[in-house]
């Protein structure tokens, strides 16, 4: 079992940064892939940005490209999420993921989820 565990969310102003971070803990918890996804209200959860256990391979979504940064510190177990640029269409409860058994844009291959954390962009 993996255990995550989201930090960082807040209210921003847009044109704001925040930075989030998702520790794990569990068995293996540095060597699988993690993820962001996010679900504002009324919508689905949408993939937002994934790398693989090691950090060399990142993955975002296409709309994302250029503001938001995912990394991660295998020494802490802790995957991060720099969001730059933020607009109030980017208010959502972020989710991260772990161990995904496939693809990694799909909500449902993902086996491990937090609990969120909310981010408010205001206008």
């Known amino acids: 079992q993996v255990q995550l565990a989201e930090s960082g969310g807040g209210l921003v102003q847009a044109g704001g940064s925040l930075r989030l971070s998702c520790a794990a803990s569990?068995?293996?918890?540095?060597?699988?892939?993690m993820g962001w996804f996010r679900q504002a209200p009324g919508k689905e959860r949408e993939f937002v940005a994934a790398?693989?256990?090691?950090?060399?391979?990142?993955f975002y979504a296409d709309s994302l490209k250029g503001r938001f940064t995912i990394s991660r510190d295998n020494a802490k177990n802790t995957v991060y999420l720099q969001m730059n640029s933020l607009n109030p269409e980017d208010t959502a409860v972020y989710y991260c993921?772990?161990?995904?058994?496939?693809?990694?844009?799909?909500?449902?291959?993902?086996?491990?989820w937090g609990q969120g954390t909310q981010v408010t962009v205001s206008s």
């Open positions: 993921g772990g161990d995904p058994d496939g693809d990694y844009r799909a909500t449902s291959d993902w086996n491990y």
């Open positions: 569990g068995r293996t918890s540095s060597s699988i892939p």
């Open positions: 790398i693989n256990s090691g950090g060399s391979s990142r």
